[in-house]
């Protein structure tokens, strides 16, 4: 394992963000406030608990989760194709490191930048409503692994993209609606059954079931059916990054 | 001695179905300096391409210091360091932290002292702190080859160096190419520009259409190549070449006033003494005498027309 060359692509992926720190948050801080002061408190004081949840408190999860898929999805594709669109991953494919060094590297960096958000969009949640956590540890391992398999997704989409139109067009076209069709903020229960049926079909129903789980017991689908999706999900993602290895999809000629 | 680089019956064919390297086989030699010479589209970038890692050869096998460049990959690119040939560089990332960037790659232990002598001889020190978007062109290249360089490479590939590069940067490219080979470092660099070669190289390959056309020491290139011209001023106009020369095939030039004699240095046979005597005898009078060798840029025109 070439582990300076993991930890350089990781510290390198990390420092745009740092030296961009505020401007990087500030966008998801605000519109995190935003949301709830147009939900929690504007709309939300005339929607009913919903079972047992205020409003506001209800969204948290579903918010958390809307963010740190886009994210992680952009910050990950980004990541990738910006080297590939510059010329500049010959430095990464003519040096000693394996595809998943580098793999690792890029991810890794992608996931923490999602996490680093999450924490942050938590915290600014936290000067709203009254946060509880339910279950703090399986609260951190949803929100691992979903930062994971997004950045991994976003990995695959980068590599994918031939141009700057395809790098946006999934997660914007793709995640944000399912992502807003998926329960984040409301209970499926509240939709005519057909339609619950419906988004039964939505992966990201599972992710945010089992998120809001953690944090107040009550949840769409049962949280044991969220982790399995959840890793079923990471599985397909490392299957096509390792199918891409072995045919050296897109990266090399 | 064992060649460091060893290609063998290299093949490559892009997805478009562009044959774009066609059977090469070479061996570089520990140490030396070689030039791949050949028109644009050749298929140089290529070949270097597939010997660092960057693209997939379709077929054929490539060792690196006894090491085969797939399976072994980790041990043969520890030992290779490449600068491109476009200024592919980031931009928001300092000199400095580019130069530990590439470093790191290539799985080396930090070394500041080494790093900061780099960029003293590259002349790039004062611009430790720039970033890199603010950089002129000449300048990113150095830092190109600064960052080919952080790692200690035992062998170094220059894709096209000089193209589009000023004088000052040339001449610097230059030195430090001298110096490297001084302390052991293999060099192979592309080109078209036959000067170049001519210049700086101890062998020569000549590459044209995925083809390998030929490699051979520089000096023996043009010296088994080259052909050799005696040119003779005279002293008063003639209109023809005199009977008794006819044997060797003298060229009068158009105002009549010199003659040249062309002879192909491989033929041993060769001997000016005798032509010159020859015509003294035939009493011509000369008043000047030059001898011209034909450049490599001659050789290479006859080359790749010939291939063609
Ligand atoms: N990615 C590619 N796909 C298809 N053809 C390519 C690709 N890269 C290079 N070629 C073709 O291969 C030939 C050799 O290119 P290259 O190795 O860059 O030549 P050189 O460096 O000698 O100018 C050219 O005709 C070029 O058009
Ligand atoms: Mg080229």
Known sequence: ??????????????????????????????????????????????????????????IVPGLTMLSILTHSISNASFGIFFPKFTGTIYEILSAPISFYEALLGYVGAAASKSLILATVILFTASFFVELQIAHPVWMVSFLVLTCITFSLFGFIIGLWAGNFEKLQVVPLLIITPLVFLGGSFY??????????????????????SG??????????????????????????????????????????? | MNPIISIDNLCKTYDTGFEALKSVSLDIKEGEILALLGPNGAGKTTLISAICGIVSPSSGTVTVSGKDIIKDFRQTRELIGLVPQELTIGAFETVWSTVNFSRGLFGCKRDEAYLEQLLKDLSLFDKKNDELRALSGGMKRRVLIAKALSHEPKILFLDEPTAGVDVELRKDMWAIVRKLRASGVTIILTTHYIEEAEEIADRVGIINNGELLLVEEKDHLMASLGMKQLILELNEVITSIPELLAEFNLELSENGSSVTYTYDTTEGGANIADVIHAISEAGLVFNDLKISQSSLEDIFVDLVKGAA
């Open chain 1, 187 to 208: 209970s499926i229960s509240m939709l005519p059954e057909f339609w619950q049926k419906v988004t039964l079909f939505n992966p990201v129903l599972y992710l945010v």
């Open chain 1, 211 to 253: 998120f809001r789980w953690s944090f107040f017991e009550v949840s769409d689908v049962s949280v044991g059916t969220s982790l399995m999706m959840i890793l079923v999900f990471l599985s397909v993602c490392l299957a096509v990054v390792a199918w891409m290895f072995k045919t050296g999809y897109r990266l090399k000629q």
């Open chain 1, 1 to 58: 394992m070439n582990f300076r060359a993991i930890k350089v692509i990781y510290a390198n992926e990390m420092m745009r963000f740092w030296q961009t720190f505020f401007q990087s948050l500030a966008s998801p801080v605000i519109s995190t406030a935003l949301y709830f002061i147009v939900f929690g408190a504007a709309i939300g004081s005339s929607i009913d608990k919903i079972e047992g949840v205020s409003y506001g408190l209800f």
